[in-house]
């Protein structure tokens, strides 16, 4: 048994099978939706909205999806499987983004789990993003439920380097992705990646800017910084990145750069668990800690955040606990 699912008021109509997917049926038309979790509900970035009431939100949909976004038909495709003709809404920041067939032509561990990936576009050859998107890496690995794996990850080089752009990967431990990445990709492969997806970028404006990160969430910033370079941004920018002990610090000649070109630029690594070995005279303590004890008001501040959803849920209450609004808060969250 089939049924027809309907997109953007009938612009496209696709064919579904009973069961289905809806992410899968989205996916089969080459339509970019995109998804870090492998359809597990877990990362939220496969929502769309749909017509019909499907009736309550299922467990994993109730965690990501706002009661003001359920009233609007908000689902997560992964999470729908098709029973009914379907009219689907798609949502708007997608248009832009596109497939990409790109070659790698470096690959570097910086740290014992953390690799810069860098890659020339081959088709096509150029790309337009903003500094801080995210592009989704589509493998030949396939997933314990037999779905291609396919994985999102932050674009670490700025617009102005299109051909080439630049990742920096995690190895999660036990990581399908990530694990192939760090372990088996290699300069000369193919891969395809799609995108660019994404809201989490640099907004204008001459308040200071708070930046926080840990781990890979450095290459949203690495990014964002190389942006501001580009564009002589005169904004105060103090950057405090978590990190376990010396052996997971990495991109600190590119800081240090970053710190004589930028008008007011200070990285502020902290140490969670630094060794006797690390003989480390910095900042010590969780992030939150560090944040906390560099400022007492943040009211005059933007920040932005990219880490773990722990790591970013418990800045968020320091910063607001210091005076920021909440709409002054930007974050991507790496689930
Ligand atoms: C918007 C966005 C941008 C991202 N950008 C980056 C990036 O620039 N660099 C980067 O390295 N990653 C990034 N990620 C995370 C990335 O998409 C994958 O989720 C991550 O690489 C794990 O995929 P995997 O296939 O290796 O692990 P999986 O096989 O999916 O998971 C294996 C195990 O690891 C756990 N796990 C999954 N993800 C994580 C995690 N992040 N930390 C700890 N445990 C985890 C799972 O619960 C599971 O038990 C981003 C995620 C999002 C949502
Ligand atoms: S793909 Fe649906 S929540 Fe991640």
Redesign the pocket.
């Known amino acids: 048994m089939s049924f027809i699912v309907r997109l953007n008021s009938g612009a496209r109509t696709l064919k579904a099978e009973a069961g289905e997917p809806l992410v899968q049926v989205l996916r089969n038309a080459r339509l970019r939706i ?1 998804s ?3 359809g ?1 509900g ?2 939220g ?1 496969c929502r769309v909205r749909i017509a019909q009431d499907l009736g309550p939100l299922n467990e994993l949909e109730a965690k990501k999806i706002t009661p003001d976004e359920r009233a609007c038909g908000c689902h997560l495709s992964c999470q729908v499987k098709v029973d009914r003709d379907l009219d689907v809404a798609l949502p708007e920041n997608l248009v832009g983004s596109r497939d990409y067939r790109v070659r790698v032509t470096a690959v570097t561990r910086v740290t014992h789990d ?1 690799a810069r990936v860098r890659v020339e576009l081959l088709e096509p050859t150029a790309i337009e993003f903003k500094a801080g998107q ?1 592009m989704e890496f589509e493998t030949p690995l396939r ?1 314990a439920d037999g779905a291609i ?1 396919c ?4 674009l ?1 080089s700025a617009p102005l380097e299109s051909p080439c752009a630049e ?15 760090f372990d088996q990709v290699k300069p000369g492969d193919e891969l395809k990646l799609a995108g660019p ?2 809201e ?1 970028h640099l907004n204008p404006g001459e308040r200071d800017l708070i930046f926080i990160a840990g ?3 450095m ?2 910033f690495a990014s964002i910084l190389k942006e501001m370079q580009h564009r002589k941004d005169p904004r105060r920018v103090r950057y405090f990145f978590g990190a376990k002990s010396v052996r997971d610090l990495f991109y600190l000649d590119e800081l240090a750069a970053f710190g004589k070109a930028l008008p007011d630029f200070t990285f502020i690594p902290a140490l969670s668990e630094p060794l006797p070995e690390d003989n480390w005279t910095g900042e010590t303590g969780l992030i939150t800690d560090v944040v906390a004890r560099h400022f007492d008001d943040c009211a005059h501040a933007d920040a932005y955040l ?1 880490g ?1 959803p722990g790591m970013i849920d418990a800045c968020i209450k320091v910063l607001t606990d210091r005076g920021l609004s909440p709409q002054n808060i930007f974050f ?4």
């Open positions: 995109p870090a979790c492998g597990r877990r990362c970035l953390i995210f997933q794996a994985r999102t990850y932050s670490a990742f920096m990967v995690r190895k999660v431990p036990g990581g399908l992705v990530s694990g192939w990445i997806f994404g989490f781990g890979s969430g290459a949203p990219c773990s991507d969250k790496f689930t």
